[in-house]
């Protein structure tokens, strides 16, 4: 969503004054509140997404008429679940053709900024020049810059070059949008490696161009991985920036299509809905749940190194 | 639609294959210069491409969007500070503003404050459970607020009364004999905004927990082991141990919390639209550039923003030379 952009910005503070501690030591036994607590907040967090997972199964008049919760006391409705929601959905309202966008959109917005910001970061960590420190502190304030300011001046530009509504036209704007965070991220982590392995490539006869290709990119992945989750999940689900770049149509992502052609027609119906809202989700939830531990991981690997 | 999905892979791969080609090229060019000049100029080619980007994106944007922001909705005349003026002078705006200052005031304490009690609550179950349980927390992160619009559509949904309810919220309300509620349009005490913040925090808990999590994992055993044997409670531990040891990395979420929810557009823009005075920043720039199709106003909007994120700017940069210092 809209925050986390910035979120993970600081989320990997270069905080190198901490100390990891071994937990050897089994922690404290969890006592009935920790356990209530944890179990409440766990079932409001979750119940939501059931109620949207089971109403996406159930036919039109079911789904409209009745709760979702009514099934559990109903057993006859569970014979009228069927997946005929989801091919109406990705049939009919336009969502096969969105999740196409998506990806097109998604892929290239995620790989180019890695790119890019690699570089970067690689001369920031490695390289000498004069002005490298306020360059980089350049990068460290406009990591807070809303890109909203971005919106008009660059709409015109690109209604000039009548190239609005088209996927490069996305991709640089999500390129622009996620370099600082990128750069801030990879650069951080790259300043951990150690320089004197570098060094010895450097007197091996490797150029910079080689050492970055196959020494310091093969030794950030966890960084690289962990940004480029990030930045899948964001533009797969962004929603204005695509409005404003891309606007309903022909290349419309998912997000857009969800609310123009479900949840903006009255006629649509819980039903479907909630079967196009599951089709939108379901692939940055497959990425979220198998990637989970290197996201963390990445995430988490500024805050916590000794 | 396959024609679509070859045109799609083609685009895609032409688009990642030139970015690769661009550095070849740069590093070739680089080559090309005589001994030292090589050395002393390929840093800036290498963080080049990534300054256009920042420069064509958001420096010089933000340039022209100052002075939109003097000029009329289709930027051919200046009207000097009418926009900033007419703005802050209207009703709505000024809710507009509220609704967003009570965003930055709710969202940002209660997100660190979930996240840290659940950091704190699930570090003592055991470890399937703690890893389950964050997942759970952690998986809304994973959706858009497109989809959470659909999630929570159904637990506030509203029927009249008389009809059965399909909203969570309200089945509980008149399974307790009351009358149902059209939780988004009650405006009294802007609770039909807490209603979209909740949405909000659901979404950000998990990220503020999994850093919380790693913080207080990182808290050595033997200042928690000194405090027990100086006959410390748990919530002493947990006050004057703890959180003076974590307290970096609170500000940290906190801080990010804080700028995002300043940002705030698609849950409000999805769920209401603005209307019932559950307006925010976000939404009515929206609504300024592509409603009323007035550049001037919009970008006024965004002059604002930005002016109130450069506090957080500062803060930003001298933590980071600090800790840059330090290390």
Same mark, same amino acid.
């Given at each position: 969503m809209t925050s986390t952009q910035t979120t993970m910005a600081a989320?990997?503070?270069?905080?190198?004054?901490r100390k990891r501690a071994s937990r050897e030591g089994q922690p404290q036994k969890a006592g009935w509140f920790a356990r209530i607590v944890v179990l409440t907040l766990c079932f409001l967090w979750i119940v939501p997404v059931v109620g949207l997972f089971l109403t996406s199964f159930r036919p039109r008049d079911d789904a409209n008429e009745? %709760?979702?919760?009514t099934l559990f006391w109903t057993p $006859?409705?569970? $014979?009228? *679940? $069927?997946?005929d929601n989801y091919v109406t959905a990705w049939n009919d309202a336009g969502l096969d053709i969105a999740f196409v966008n998506t990806l097109a959109i998604a892929l290239p917005a995620t790989f180019i900024p890695i790119l890019v910001a690699a570089f970067a970061a690689y001369a920031f960590a490695f390289m000498e020049f004069p002005g490298r420190n306020f360059l980089f502190l350049a990068v460290v304030s406009l990591l807070?810059?809303?890109?909203?300011?971005?919106f008009v001046p660059i709409l015109r530009i690109y209604s000039d070059l009548e190239i609005a509504g088209t996927f490069p036209a996305v991709w640089l704007a999500h390129i622009g949008f996620g370099m600082s965070l990128a750069i801030y991220i990879l650069r951080n982590y790259m300043a951990t490696l150690p320089k004197s392995l570098i060094e010895s490539a450097k007197i091996d006869g490797a150029s910079h161009f080689q050492t970055f290709f196959r020494l310091v990119l093969p030794m950030s992945v966890p960084a690289l991985a962990a940004f480029a989750i990030f930045q899948f999940l964001w533009v797969w689900n962004d929603l204005l920036v695509a409005l404003i770049?891309?606007?309903?149509?022909?290349?419309?992502p998912i997000t857009v299509a969800l609310r123009?052609? *479900?949840? %903006?027609?009255?006629?649509? %119906?819980q039903h479907l809905v909630t079967a196009g809202g599951f089709i939108s989700m379901i692939l940055p939830i497959i990425v979220f749940l198998f990637m989970q531990r290197f996201f963390v991981r990445g995430l988490t690997a500024g805050a916590v190194k000794g | 639609m396959v024609l679509k999905i070859l045109n799609t892979l083609i685009t895609v791969g032409v688009g990642i294959l030139a970015a690769l080609v661009l550095y070849w090229l740069l590093n070739k060019l680089a080559e090309l210069l005589p001994g030292p000049w090589e050395d002393r100029i390929k840093p800036y080619l290498y963080i080049l491409p990534a300054y256009a980007a920042l420069v064509f994106y958001l420096v010089y944007p933000a340039v022209q969007t100052v002075v939109f922001s003097f000029a009329n909705p289709t930027s051919t005349a200046w009207v000097g500070w009418d926009n900033y003026t007419k703005l802050l002078q209207s009703e709505n705006f000024q809710d507009t503003l509220f609704n967003t200052l009570l965003w930055m005031i709710v969202v940002p304490v209660v997100v660190v404050a979930l996240g840290l009690a659940m950091a704190v609550l699930a570090d003592r179950l055991n470890p399937r459970w703690e890893s389950t349980s964050k997942t759970i927390i952690f *998986?809304?992160?994973?959706?858009s607020a497109v989809g959470a619009g659909v999630v929570w559509g159904l637990v506030y949904d509203y029927r009249p009364e008389g009809r059965e309810q399909i909203g969570l919220q309200n089945a509980i309300v008149t399974a307790l004999g009351f009358d149902p509620v059209a939780w988004l349009q009650l405006d009294q005490l802007h609770i039909n905004s807490f209603f979209l913040m909740i949405m909000l925090m659901w979404a950000q808990v998990g990220f503020s927990m999994v850093l919380l999590s790693a913080a207080v994992k990182g808290v050595p055993e033997d200042t928690l082991e000194a405090a027990r044997i100086d006959g410390a409670n748990e919530r002493d531990i947990f006050f004057r141990v703890v959180v003076p040891q974590i307290w970096g990395t609170v500000l940290t979420v906190y801080v990010t919390t804080l700028i995002g929810v300043m940002k705030i557009f698609d849950i409000v823009y999805v769920m209401t639209n603005g209307g019932f005075n559950t307006n925010v920043v976000g939404n009515e720039f929206f609504n300024q550039l592509?409603?009323?199709?007035?550049n001037g106003a919009a970008a006024a909007i965004v002059v604002m923003l930005m002016l109130a994120t450069v506090p957080i700017m500062f803060y930003q940069v001298r933590n980071f030379r600090r800790e840059e210092m330090m290390g």
């Amino acid at each position: 969503m809209t925050s986390t952009q910035t979120t993970m910005a600081a989320a990997t503070p270069t905080e190198k004054t901490r100390k990891r501690a071994s937990r050897e030591g089994q922690p404290q036994k969890a006592g009935w509140f920790a356990r209530i607590v944890v179990l409440t907040l766990c079932f409001l967090w979750i119940v939501p997404v059931v109620g949207l997972f089971l109403t996406s199964f159930r036919p039109r008049d079911d789904a409209n008429e009745t %709760g979702w919760w009514t099934l559990f006391w109903t057993p $006859s409705a569970w $014979s009228r *679940l $069927s997946f005929d929601n989801y091919v109406t959905a990705w049939n009919d309202a336009g969502l096969d053709i969105a999740f196409v966008n998506t990806l097109a959109i998604a892929l290239p917005a995620t790989f180019i900024p890695i790119l890019v910001a690699a570089f970067a970061a690689y001369a920031f960590a490695f390289m000498e020049f004069p002005g490298r420190n306020f360059l980089f502190l350049a990068v460290v304030s406009l990591l807070v810059v809303p890109n909203y300011i971005a919106f008009v001046p660059i709409l015109r530009i690109y209604s000039d070059l009548e190239i609005a509504g088209t996927f490069p036209a996305v991709w640089l704007a999500h390129i622009g949008f996620g370099m600082s965070l990128a750069i801030y991220i990879l650069r951080n982590y790259m300043a951990t490696l150690p320089k004197s392995l570098i060094e010895s490539a450097k007197i091996d006869g490797a150029s910079h161009f080689q050492t970055f290709f196959r020494l310091v990119l093969p030794m950030s992945v966890p960084a690289l991985a962990a940004f480029a989750i990030f930045q899948f999940l964001w533009v797969w689900n962004d929603l204005l920036v695509a409005l404003i770049f891309v606007g309903p149509g022909d290349n419309a992502p998912i997000t857009v299509a969800l609310r123009n052609n *479900l949840m %903006g027609q009255a006629g649509a %119906g819980q039903h479907l809905v909630t079967a196009g809202g599951f089709i939108s989700m379901i692939l940055p939830i497959i990425v979220f749940l198998f990637m989970q531990r290197f996201f963390v991981r990445g995430l988490t690997a500024g805050a916590v190194k000794g | 639609m396959v024609l679509k999905i070859l045109n799609t892979l083609i685009t895609v791969g032409v688009g990642i294959l030139a970015a690769l080609v661009l550095y070849w090229l740069l590093n070739k060019l680089a080559e090309l210069l005589p001994g030292p000049w090589e050395d002393r100029i390929k840093p800036y080619l290498y963080i080049l491409p990534a300054y256009a980007a920042l420069v064509f994106y958001l420096v010089y944007p933000a340039v022209q969007t100052v002075v939109f922001s003097f000029a009329n909705p289709t930027s051919t005349a200046w009207v000097g500070w009418d926009n900033y003026t007419k703005l802050l002078q209207s009703e709505n705006f000024q809710d507009t503003l509220f609704n967003t200052l009570l965003w930055m005031i709710v969202v940002p304490v209660v997100v660190v404050a979930l996240g840290l009690a659940m950091a704190v609550l699930a570090d003592r179950l055991n470890p399937r459970w703690e890893s389950t349980s964050k997942t759970i927390i952690f *998986l809304p992160m994973a959706i858009s607020a497109v989809g959470a619009g659909v999630v929570w559509g159904l637990v506030y949904d509203y029927r009249p009364e008389g009809r059965e309810q399909i909203g969570l919220q309200n089945a509980i309300v008149t399974a307790l004999g009351f009358d149902p509620v059209a939780w988004l349009q009650l405006d009294q005490l802007h609770i039909n905004s807490f209603f979209l913040m909740i949405m909000l925090m659901w979404a950000q808990v998990g990220f503020s927990m999994v850093l919380l999590s790693a913080a207080v994992k990182g808290v050595p055993e033997d200042t928690l082991e000194a405090a027990r044997i100086d006959g410390a409670n748990e919530r002493d531990i947990f006050f004057r141990v703890v959180v003076p040891q974590i307290w970096g990395t609170v500000l940290t979420v906190y801080v990010t919390t804080l700028i995002g929810v300043m940002k705030i557009f698609d849950i409000v823009y999805v769920m209401t639209n603005g209307g019932f005075n559950t307006n925010v920043v976000g939404n009515e720039f929206f609504n300024q550039l592509f409603s009323n199709f007035n550049n001037g106003a919009a970008a006024a909007i965004v002059v604002m923003l930005m002016l109130a994120t450069v506090p957080i700017m500062f803060y930003q940069v001298r933590n980071f030379r600090r800790e840059e210092m330090m290390g």
